[in-house]
């Protein structure tokens, strides 16, 4: 069946319009949201961290940077610490230059499942200025 004939079915056929495809659009939501849930990677509990942004990607589908902490018995650890995705800091206007690789900060994050990862919540940098992302999902349960 050629493509200009699929066309012509799924836009003549009432079965399709009236049944399938509201399926099909009510299940997307379901669908991209799906892979973005924090309560399956991440606790409730926070945490609080000093240390150093030693790499930074400002990408999609979430922006990550690694704070090298020093532990107790003096060695240090590599804390993957995970943002929302650039897109959506865009939106929220976030500075991308209020974080840089080599700047030492004090973060708090929700700590993960996998050992050794974060979800950013906050950041204090060494001149006292507050780093912190707008997660769409607080907005939503406030206007709650």
């Known amino acids: 069946m050629r493509t200009a004939q699929i066309k012509r079915v799924t836009r003549t056929n009432p079965i399709f319009r009236r049944i399938l495809l509201p399926i099909l659009l009510s299940c997307a939501?379901?669908?991209?949201?799906?892979?973005h849930?924090?309560?399956?990677?991440?606790?409730?509990?926070?945490i609080t961290l000093q240390g150093t942004i030693t790499s930074l990607r400002w990408v999609n589908p979430h922006c990550t940077f690694v704070l090298e902490v020093?532990?107790?018995?003096?060695?240090?650890?590599?804390?993957l610490v995970e943002m929302l995705a650039r897109i959506a800091l865009e939106r929220q206007g976030f500075d991308f230059d209020s974080l840089h690789e080599g700047m030492a900060i004090q973060l708090t994050g929700r700590l993960g499942y996998r050992e050794y990862n974060l979800r950013f919540v906050e950041a204090v940098r060494p001149d006292g200025g507050v780093v912190r992302e707008r997660s769409p999902l607080q907005e939503r349960f406030r206007r709650q």
């Open 37 to 46: 849930s924090v309560a399956l990677n991440f606790t409730d509990e926070e």
């Open 70 to 79: 020093e532990n107790d018995a003096g060695g240090t650890e590599e804390w």
């Open 29 to 35: 939501p379901t669908v991209l949201q799906a892979h």
